[in-house]
């Protein structure tokens, strides 16, 4: 299969394969994966195709059987989402717990920036490059977030 071949298949069927996926997976990551897997194996298949429609159809079972395959995985069924580790979490101390709940309270891209900085100790550099971001992006979601929870802890206290 030439380049030319396989870009055109993926401009042709791509976007429907990670519709699927991702309907299946509800995870952009899992989504793309199961793409990626998808067009590798048409790459690797050999044997011609009746029409264009035969192919996409041979492409979405593929992805189906890919998504049915990740969904039965024992991996997948032992993790949780970030947003379920409040539950998850265990601290020595009360006022642990309730800072990080208030921290999995927070909007998603504050919520990320907090806990990538202070639960896992990256740089605020680091950050910006994992969150595709500036780096006085991340500062100003910091302070911002810092700022919300200084609020949210004062009204949990005044309760």
């Excluded at 976007?15 to 991702?22: E, G, N, S």
């Excluded at 041979?58 to 997948?76: F, T």
């Amino acid at each position: 299969m030439t380049d030319e071949q396989f870009q055109e298949i993926v401009d042709r069927c791509g976007d429907t394969v990670f519709r699927l996926a991702y309907s299946y997976l509800k995870n952009r990551a899992d989504a793309e994966d199961v793409m990626q897997e998808t067009l590798l194996k048409r790459c690797l298949e050999t044997k011609p195709f009746a029409s264009p429609e035969h192919e996409k159809h041979w492409l979405l079972r593929v992805a189906s059987n890919e998504c049915k395959h990740i969904l039965r995985s024992p991996w997948r069924k032992r993790t949780a989402p970030l947003e379920d580790a409040e539950e998850a979490a265990v601290f020595d101390e009360p006022a642990q717990s309730d800072l990080f709940r208030q921290v999995m309270s927070l909007p998603p891209k504050y919520r990320a920036a907090i806990y990538l900085h202070y639960y896992e100790g990256y740089p605020v550099q680091d950050i910006a490059e994992l969150m595709h971001a500036k780096t006085s992006t991340v500062q100003t979601w910091l302070m911002r977030a810092r700022g919300q929870l200084l609020i949210q802890l004062q009204e949990a206290e005044g309760q």
